[in-house]
Nanobody, 124 residues
Framework: QLALVESGGGLVQPGGSLRLSCAASGFTLDYYVIAWFRQAPGKEREGVSYISSSGNSTIYADSVKGRFTISRDNAKNTAYLQMNSLKPEDTAVYYC?????????????????WGQGTQVTVSS
């Protein structure tokens, strides 16, 4: 069964860092693009970052540019989101998603497979 599992969320103070992981099981991530999304209470799901299957191309939402870094290790079948200089407005449930289809890379409807999400809370 195909599955994505996120980990690494938690409570962090403003200015702190977290690294989220997205591990795939039941399939090989090599030929999938990966994206991270987040959803805060009462808000729509927001595309945060995208990485191509090779890892050579990345996209970031303006709100996280310069602070977040997406990466992948196909040998480990895992993708990552390094989050630095965290702000309270980064508080949300973070999801990873995968697809082999073409589309708008930061739109949720492009993606076929989703993890269950991991909570990130930025608060003092």
């Amino acid at each position: 069964q195909l599955a994505l599992v996120e980990s690494g969320g938690g409570l962090v103070q403003p200015g702190g860092s977290l690294r989220l992981s997205c591990a795939a099981s039941g399939f090989t991530l090599d030929y999938y693009v990966i994206a991270w999304f987040r959803q805060a209470p009462g808000k729509e799901r927001e595309g945060v970052s995208y990485i191509s299957s090779s890892g050579n191309s990345t996209i970031y939402a303006d709100s996280v540019k310069g602070r977040f870094t997406i990466s992948r290790d196909n040998a480990k079948n895992t993708a990552y989101l390094q989050m630095n200089s965290l702000k309270p407005e980064d508080t949300a449930v973070y999801y990873c998603a995968a697809t082999q289809r073409w589309g708008h890379w930061l739109r949720a409807r492009t993606y076929d497979y989703w993890g269950q999400g991991t909570q990130v809370t930025v608060s003092s």
